[in-house]
């Protein structure tokens, strides 16, 4: 007899995990397929900021995703911690998108005037920021802040998503996947270093690694890593604020310690913390809080992003039979994690998505 799933999902990411967590909200029969451990990649390693990106239109499909996102994080937040008993460390706070010269100024304040009737944004100016945090450096020109900010500890809300998961019936199976097959009854053979599993559907949340599977899909996935480094520093000041500039940011995380990146490096599967990363990432800090100059350095981190050519996300559906794909998140992993697995989910059973998902499909690209 088979070894028969009603899904199958093949990465333990945030968007893997968020997959099992609904799934097993639907009563499903599932099993995750993680070749090493939850949170073992970027999704441990990552930011965990959760802000909507700025500036986008209301009909953009990535400013869909990201919002519906976003609601779906606040809903996470009171249901999760109660089953998973782990306090991943969910907390508000604004967002402060930093300008460091008068280019950032004007595309800031353009934003701010195409956006002031949502009554999402800010304007600060450098008086303004100073009442904010008086410990802003003197390139701080001025801020455009968003109220639809907030963050968390990233691996431990992907490792409370699996646990919650898992309460809920899902199956764990820690091997790495050899080989994908499609049977003439329709089910999907997902052939693992264990054994041969059979599912109904199957979805690839592998993050960088989701392009391996390319030839089961019948297509190229574009994706590939971009590595980010993050630094956590010990200070005897907190940084209650998030604050943004260009590609960094900086504010305390539930640890005590306060976390500040990020690099943009094509550099393949390299996953190891650099000198670069540490010399480019605190160059940056102490133009935003010289302050942090005479910090401790307890820990740097590096992970592997996803990223999509186009740099948008990808929800797809194989060319062959009902083996699915959810990955291409880029920067914005953690943000777009619960939509990514709810969506992919939703779309397997059938079931009417909030959002289209029709923009995220692999044919945008041939």
């Given at each position: 007899?088979?070894?028969?799933?009603?899904?199958?999902?093949?990465?333990?990411?945030i968007v893997g995990c968020?997959?099992?967590?609904?799934?097993?909200?639907?009563?499903?029969?599932?099993?995750?397929?993680?070749?090493?451990s939850?949170?073992?990649?970027a999704?441990?390693?990552?930011y965990?900021?959760?802000?909507?990106?700025?500036?986008?239109?209301?009909?953009?499909?990535?400013?869909?995703?990201?919002?519906?996102?976003?609601?779906?994080h606040?809903?996470?937040a009171?249901?999760?911690?109660?089953i998973?008993g782990?306090d991943?460390?969910?907390?508000?706070?604004?967002?402060?998108?930093?300008s460091?010269?008068?280019?950032?100024?004007?595309?800031?304040?353009?934003?701010?005037?195409?956006?002031?009737?949502?009554?999402?944004?800010?304007?600060y100016?450098k008086?303004?920021?100073?009442?904010?945090d008086?410990?802003?450096?003197?390139?701080?020109?001025?801020?455009?802040?968003?109220?639809l900010?907030?963050?968390?500890?990233?691996y431990?809300l992907t490792?409370?998503?699996?646990?919650?998961?898992?309460?809920?019936?899902?199956e764990?199976l820690?091997s790495e996947?050899?080989e994908?097959?499609?049977?003439?009854?329709?089910?999907?053979?997902?052939?693992?270093?264990?054994?041969?599993?059979?599912?109904?559907n199957?979805?690839?949340?592998?993050?960088p690694?989701?392009s391996?599977?390319?030839?089961w899909?019948?297509?190229?996935?574009?994706?590939?890593?971009l590595?980010?480094?993050?630094?956590?520093?010990?200070s005897?000041?907190?940084?209650?604020?998030g604050?943004?500039w260009?590609?960094?940011?900086?504010?305390?995380?539930?640890?005590?310690?306060?976390?500040?990146g990020?690099?943009?490096?094509?550099?393949?599967?390299?996953?190891?913390?650099?000198?670069?990363?540490?010399?480019?990432?605190?160059e940056s800090l102490?133009?935003v809080?010289?302050?942090?100059e005479?910090s401790e350095?307890?820990?740097?981190t590096?992970?592997?992003r996803p990223?999509?050519?186009?740099?948008?996300p990808v929800?797809?559906?194989s060319?062959n039979?009902?083996?699915?794909?959810?990955?291409?998140?880029g920067?914005?992993g953690?943000?777009?994690?619960?939509a990514?697995?709810?969506?992919?989910?939703?779309?397997?059973?059938?079931?009417?998505?909030?959002?289209s998902?029709?923009?995220?499909?692999?044919?945008?690209?041939?």
């Amino acid at each position: 007899m088979k070894n028969l799933y009603d899904i199958v999902i093949i990465g333990g990411g945030i968007v893997g995990c968020s997959a099992a967590y609904y799934a097993s909200k639907e009563g499903k029969k599932v099993l995750l397929i993680e070749k090493d451990s939850i949170a073992s990649h970027a999704s441990g390693f990552a930011y965990g900021g959760i802000t909507p990106h700025v500036g986008l239109k209301d009909d953009d499909p990535y400013n869909q995703i990201s919002q519906y996102s976003y609601e779906l994080h606040k809903t996470l937040a009171e249901e999760i911690p109660e089953i998973s008993g782990i306090d991943y460390g969910y907390r508000t706070y604004p967002n402060f998108e930093l300008s460091l010269n008068e280019n950032d100024e004007n595309e800031l304040r353009a934003i701010y005037k195409n956006h002031s009737a949502s009554g999402i944004y800010e304007w600060y100016s450098k008086s303004d920021l100073k009442k904010i945090d008086s410990r802003l450096g003197p390139n701080v020109t001025s801020a455009l802040a968003t109220k639809l900010s907030s963050g968390v500890e990233p691996y431990k809300l992907t490792f409370a998503l699996g646990m919650a998961a898992e309460k809920k019936g899902i199956e764990i199976l820690n091997s790495e996947v050899k080989e994908i097959d499609f049977e003439n009854d329709g089910s999907v053979k997902v052939s693992t270093l264990n054994k041969d599993i059979f599912s109904e559907n199957v979805l690839v949340a592998a993050g960088p690694w989701s392009s391996n599977f390319s030839s089961w899909f019948g297509f190229e996935i574009p994706i590939k890593p971009l590595k980010g480094q993050i630094l956590r520093l010990k200070s005897d000041q907190i940084i209650e604020n998030g604050f943004h500039w260009g590609p960094n940011y900086v504010t305390t995380k539930q640890d005590g310690l306060i976390w500040a990146g990020t690099t943009e490096e094509d550099a393949g599967f390299d996953e190891n913390p650099s000198n670069f990363g540490l010399i480019s990432i605190m160059e940056s800090l102490v133009t935003v809080f010289p302050f942090l100059e005479n910090s401790e350095l307890v820990l740097q981190t590096a992970c592997l992003r996803p990223l999509a050519v186009d740099k948008s996300p990808v929800l797809s559906k194989s060319n062959n039979g009902n083996l699915f794909l959810a990955s291409g998140t880029g920067r914005q992993g953690i943000l777009l994690g619960p939509a990514m697995g709810k969506l992919s989910v939703d779309s397997m059973l059938s079931k009417n998505t909030s959002i289209s998902i029709k923009p995220f499909s692999h044919e945008r690209f041939f």
